[in-house]
């Protein structure tokens, strides 16, 4: 329902900064929810970055708009077994996220982070998603063509997780202003990233597990978390959490509700994971408790990566420690997330690698078999009888 009405907002969201007057449906939608002030000054902020690169934020807009409709075509077709039209819609879709990304990436290109609509951060946040977004695509494509229909899907559902930042982030557009009165734009966007990566992923995460049944997967044995790794992983997550909550609250009331946009999601999404990660242990689904508890350990880490981005960010591309805080803190659940996948699919294949060679050991001859298959045996044999005789 989101992806169908958003994408007429995606499709005219450009337009009237290439043709004042031109009809925005978001524009008209968001003057009604929040106020004309709020969108005046959202245009007015977009004018001088936009104009830069109209033409493919045109064609990145448009195309958005698209993958919104092929989206739902895809995994409802996924779902119902129709697999030509997956096929068809997962071809299209895939060259759409090419086309449309190769658009995003123009307009990151020819603005400096600092110039960018919402500054720096917003710009770093954009521009791992559309690392992300292209990744999660190209990885999903290559799953399918060599026939793992379990990491296609994964991959291809992060991949629509990435991409459903930008619905998502207008409908923060429309709630965040009554929460946060007086806002403006730039701060209602840096509230916002604060967790979008991690809801994106998260929602990834839930679709992925629903979508598959299975409670084991061939090969599987053991676990590449066990308690040990999984009690560092809490360590050092507790120690990112706790640096990056100091040096939040060192950054006045500003610095306060950033880090409370970050904290609550973060505890609901762990609260969720480590729940479903001990109630699959409970009924035997060890496949489902693998998964849960790689994404448990990558979502610990997360705030760890976000620590060690913070002063990396500062001194490479000397950002002020507000702004620095702001980007690390939004990419790292979405970072850890893409590597969590990654790891998840790189357990899938080694379980299948492991059944293959088992396989192959199964049917190997072996001793006297061996012996009496090779012809110099089978002579040997033959003469040894007659001797015998």
């Known amino acids: 329902m989101v992806c169908l009405a958003y994408a007429p907002i995606a499709v005219t969201e450009i337009w009237p900064y290439a043709?004042?007057?031109a009809p925005a449906l978001g524009e008209w939608l968001l003057g009604r929810s929040v106020s004309p002030e709020f969108v005046a000054?959202?245009?007015?902020d977009r004018i001088g970055p936009y104009s830069r690169s109209l033409a493919p934020l045109i064609v990145h807009s448009v195309l958005g708009g698209l993958l919104m409709l092929l989206g739902p075509v895809q995994l409802l077709s996924a779902v119902r077994r129709r697999v030509r039209l997956h096929r068809i819609?997962?071809?299209a879709f895939a060259v759409t996220v090419y086309v449309s990304m190769a658009g995003a990436a123009l307009y990151l290109v020819r603005t400096p982070p600092e110039q960018a609509f919402s500054g720096a951060a917003f710009w770093i946040v954009l521009a791992t998603i559309l690392v992300g977004t292209v990744?999660?695509?190209t990885l999903g494509v290559l799953a399918a063509v060599r026939g793992l229909p379990d990491l296609h899907q994964r991959w291809m559902l992060l991949c629509y997780g990435f991409l459903m930042t930008a619905p998502l982030l207008r409908?923060?557009?429309g709630f965040l202003p009554s929460l946060y009165p007086g806002l403006s734009i730039q701060d209602i966007n840096r509230v916002a990233i604060m967790h979008l990566g991690s809801l994106v992923?998260?929602?990834?995460?839930?679709?992925?597990?629903?979508l598959d049944r299975r409670a084991t997967v061939p090969g599987l044995t053991g676990t590449w978390c066990p308690g040990p790794v999984l009690v560092a992983a809490h360590l050092a997550g507790a120690a990112g959490l706790a640096w990056i909550t100091v040096a939040f609250l060192g950054q006045g009331t500003g610095g306060r509700r950033l880090l409370l946009a970050y904290v609550v999601p973060y505890a609901v999404t762990y609260a969720v994971i480590a729940v479903r990660a001990a109630r699959a242990r409970v009924r035997g689904a060890e496949w489902a408790r693998e998964e849960w508890r790689l994404h448990l350990a990558a979502l610990l880490l997360a705030p760890a990566f976000s620590a060690v981005a913070v002063p990396v960010l500062e001194r490479t591309m000397g950002l002020d420690r507000l702004t620095a805080l702001t980007a690390g803190v939004g990419i790292g659940c979405g970072i850890l997330a893409y590597a969590a996948v990654t790891v998840v699919s790189l357990r899938v294949l080694y379980?299948?690698?492991l059944l293959k060679r088992q396989q192959a050991s199964a049917e190997r001859p072996t001793g006297q078999e061996a012996a009496m298959a090779t012809p110099g045996a089978v002579s040997a044999a033959a003469v040894s009888g007659e001797g015998d005789r």
Do not use: D, K, Q
């Open 19 to 21: 043709s004042p007057g």
């Open 41 to 44: 000054e959202a245009v007015r």
């Open 89 to 91: 819609a997962g071809t």
């Open 135 to 137: 990744g999660s695509v």
């Open 171 to 173: 409908l923060e557009w």
């Open 201 to 210: 992923s998260f929602g990834a995460l839930l679709a992925s597990r629903a």
């Open 351 to 353: 379980g299948r690698e």
